[in-house]
């Protein structure tokens, strides 16, 4: 909305035809809201991508093709030779080739479906942090608009967007949108989250208090740490593939090397006390606090990092959340 | 400091301490809504009271949206000396009348309780309870606390000053013909002041009239006595004086100024130890847009005028100290009321301009530790948005039924038919608001640069009304306590 210059004052009739009215004309110019902002993505996208050298580029490029190349002139033989021994064997051959080339295409595609969420929720989280300090209703429109979609196929939010649907109509400021909209949308997916978050806690707990080896700590620890990962994705409707997941994993893991020093010294009183008795109980016992309270906090790092919101409105979760129970439940055992 | 001052001091600060000691059962929050006449209080009180008792649309009040609101309801008020506010026959005229309550002639109390159940621990234990105190009153009054920390010689020069600039010197031209012949040394009559106050108090009203919206205008009893119609407290005027002027016994400075002392230490002070001097919260409703309907010349008086008033009140932070003795208000939200009567794309220039306007205040106000907002509401929302294409231009416009008798664009509306209005562009750079020539205001030519006209309220048929940003409003102003 740049005025340039003042206009003067007006009047109109109701009966006035270019009187529109946005009950019935909203919805377009949301549509081009929506339409733009789409168009805006790789100027948004690209500062945030690392630059690569294009002799690198060349590198792996080369080098994929060389590997497809390889695979496809193997492939290729293969049926040739499947063939030669006989006719039927080189059809099941070239049907099992094609299954196969449309699996990986369709793997593929879902992969970049998956990123593709993923990256939106990053963006909508980036623009939701600047609504927050600009105030400005317009884009507050537009990460409400873009939340209601993105949940839009998510049955246990149907209230909350219904009330969002409501309220976007009425005169509220961008900031007092985006928390709005934490509030209506989010509570549901933060105690889901922080439940799953809670029970992998405890799980890999009780796990390594009865594991008995040191190596098998770890194994665990990593393979709830990675199922975590992906189910607080999916609770948060990230859904990630393969391709996704590892994006995530660094995500979280360059969380974690960020906030891990603050985040020790919030909680670390809570551990200290938890720890000494558990391990007056048990050197096991002890161990598995200290585990899970490590799961926990890349769980923590899993919803501060696929959270489409940041917690504005809502309170953080602490590890006192996700991992209190440990403590007790350890303590009076 | 003198020793009339330290006794209203010692008064504050024994009531604040009975307060203290009944909120610790009780809790309370004492609202202070202030703003000059026509800035809105009734309606602001009538719609929160609504709001609250009837359940409205709050999305932003959390004690509401949460579900922790148990309910609210009126209870008899604590000042038996008070008339109660008179909330159902406002909310009749609002919701049945469709006609806005009249202006407040008198003072009027109301008490609210507020039952909801907190988050903290104390939730655990079951509902609390939350008592709100809100005083209603005549505008015009509170600009007479500026008068306070001023002497009559001081009030004098800069009232005369005042009154000789701009289109005040035109509405004033009577009163100056008297000024000058009346010599401060002349011997004291009662002809003499009571002409003398009668012409002050003709230029005053007329100085406020719609058209030219000016507010800095104290006395506000001379606008509007109450009950003190007649009283000698009412009969004085300034004179021409220097600040620092020297009064001789008998003469006619002498009998103006112990007049003047009378109604700022019987009428003033009083008002203000009443009903100000122990607020929680604040918040100062400015009527924005009459001044800027009116020009520069206005909106550069309110700023004036609310400077003056607003120095009578303590913001800042509170020890715990202070809340036995003398509690500060350490909420403050200036609004900038009728945001209705404008499209809401326009609200954030309108918000720059009200920034402008209490800017000292409100530095002032944060400076101390109080927690201070700027916000374009309104109480009732009388209007619809929508938007009018025309030559290749969009034009947003606000949709509502004019009340009989305003005039936009040539046209004189019946107050029975619908009009879309776009009420002009506010000025980008809010220091041209009150610049002179800043912009052409109604004042000076009958077609200015904006034109806001005033709308009926709203049709309602379920006994709720709409409004813009109050939800936002009661969060600030309560949202802790009732957290």
């Known amino acids: 909305m740049a005025s340039m210059q003042t206009r003067p004052p007006a009047a109109f009739r109701l009966d006035d035809e270019s009187l529109v009215f946005p009950e019935t004309g909203e919805d377009e110019a949301f549509l081009l809201d929506e339409v733009e902002m789409v168009g805006n993505l790789p100027v948004v996208s690209t500062p945030v991508k690392p630059r690569r050298s294009p002799l690198k580029v060349l590198f792996w490029a080369s080098l994929g093709s060389l590997v497809s190349l390889g695979i496809g002139l193997a492939i290729a033989n293969l049926i040739e030779d499947l063939f030669a021994r006989y006719a039927w064997l080189g059809w099941v051959g070239a049907a099992l080739a094609a299954v196969f080339v449309l699996t990986c295409a369709v793997l593929l595609a879902r992969e970049a479906i998956a990123l593709r969420r993923l990256a939106k929720i990053d963006e909508l989280r980036a623009q939701a942090d600047a609504v927050l300090v600009s105030d400005s209703r317009t884009d507050g429109l537009r990460v409400v608009g873009d939340l209601l979609s993105f949940y839009a196929s998510r049955p246990a939010t149907a209230r909350g967007r219904a009330a969002l649907e409501r309220e976007r109509r009425e005169i509220i400021d961008g900031a007092d949108l985006v928390r709005l909209a934490e509030r209506e949308l989010m509570p549901l997916l933060d105690a889901e989250a922080q439940r799953t978050v809670a029970a992998a806690a405890k799980r890999v707990s009780l796990v390594t208090a009865v594991a008995p080896r040191a190596i098998l700590d770890v194994a665990v620890v990593a393979a709830v740490a990675v199922r ?50 558990a391990a007056k109980v048990s050197a096991r016992l002890g161990e598995g606090v200290i585990n899970g309270v490590l799961t926990a906090r890349i769980g923590l790092a899993a919803i501060a990092v696929c959270r489409p919101l940041p917690f504005a409105a809502q309170r953080q979760p602490t590890l006192r959340d996700v991992a209190g129970g440990l403590f007790e439940r350890k303590a009076k055992d | 400091m003198n020793l009339s001052n330290l006794a209203q001091d010692a008064r504050i600060a024994a009531a604040s301490l009975r307060d203290a000691a009944v909120g610790t059962v009780n809790p309370t929050v004492r609202l202070g809504v202030a703003g000059l006449s026509r800035a809105g209080k009734t309606v602001f009180i009538t719609a929160l009271v609504n709001a609250l008792t009837k359940g409205a649309r709050l999305p932003l009040f959390r004690v509401h949206a949460d579900g922790r609101l148990i309910g609210a309801h009126l209870s008899p008020q604590p000042d038996d000396a008070v008339p109660r506010f008179a909330i159902e026959e406002h909310l009749l005229a609002i919701l049945d009348e469709r006609v806005w309550p ?245 609200h954030d220039r309108l918000e720059a301009i009200l920034e402008r306007l209490v800017s000292k205040a409100r530095q002032r106000a944060a400076f101390a530790g109080a927690e201070v907002d700027v916000r374009a509401i309104a109480a009732v929302r009388a209007t619809r948005e929508a938007s009018v294409r025309r030559g290749g231009q969009e034009l947003p416009v606000i949709v509502g039924t004019p009340e009989p008798g305003e005039r936009a664009g040539g046209q004189v509306f019946s107050g029975e038919e619908e009009v879309a209005i776009f009420p002009g562009d506010l000025p980008e ?55």
């Open chain 2, 429 to 483: 750079d809010p220091a041209r608001a009150l610049a002179p020539e800043g912009y052409r205001g109604r004042g000076d030519t009958e077609d200015g640069d904006l034109r806001f006209v005033r709308f009926r309220p709203p049709a309602s048929d379920d006994g709720r009304l709409p409004h813009i940003r109050m939800d936002r409003v009661l969060e600030f102003l309560l949202g802790d306590k009732l957290a």
């Open chain 2, 102 to 346: 009249e202006s407040t002639r008198r003072i009027s109390e109301l008490r609210l309780v507020l039952d909801f159940q907190s988050e903290s621990l104390l939730g655990r234990l079951g509902p609390s309870r939350l008592t709100l105190d809100i005083v209603d009153y005549p505008g015009e009054w509170l600009l007479d606390l500026g008068l306070m920390g001023k002497t009559y010689a001081q009030w004098s020069s800069e009232a005369v000053a005042l009154s000789r600039t701009g289109t005040r010197a035109r509405f004033a031209a009577d009163w100056h013909k008297v000024l000058e012949t009346n010599a401060p040394s002349d011997p004291e009559s009662e002809a003499i002041v009571r002409n003398s106050a009668e012409l002050f108090t003709d230029y005053l009203r007329a100085s406020r009239t719609a058209r030219h919206a000016l507010s800095a205008l104290p006395p506000g009893r001379f606008l509007m006595p109450g009950d003190l119609e007649g009283s000698p407290m009412l009969t004085f005027a300034p004179l021409d004086v220097a600040a620092d002027a020297e009064t001789e016994p008998g003469t006619l400075h002498a009998m103006m100024e112990r007049r003047y002392d009378a109604y700022v230490s019987h009428v003033v002070k009083p008002f203000f130890r009443e009903h100000f001097a122990r607020l929680d919260r604040q918040i100062v409703l400015v009527d924005t847009l009459a001044a800027l309907d009116a020009g520069p010349e206005a909106v550069a008086d309110l700023e004036l005028a609310l400077t003056d008033v607003l120095t009578a009140f303590r913001h800042g932070g509170n020890t715990w100290l202070s809340t036995l003795f003398r509690p500060r208000v350490d909420r403050i939200l200036f609004a900038a009321t009728k945001a209705d009567m404008l499209h809401h794309t326009s």
């Open chain 1, 228 to 277: 975590l990962i992906r189910q607080i994705a999916t609770v948060y409707g990230g859904r990630p593939g393969t391709f996704g997941f590892l994006r995530l994993l660094r995500h979280v893991l360059t969380h974690l090397a960020l906030t891990g020093g603050m985040a020790a010294g919030e909680g670390m009183l809570d551990q200290l006390v938890g720890h000494g008795i």
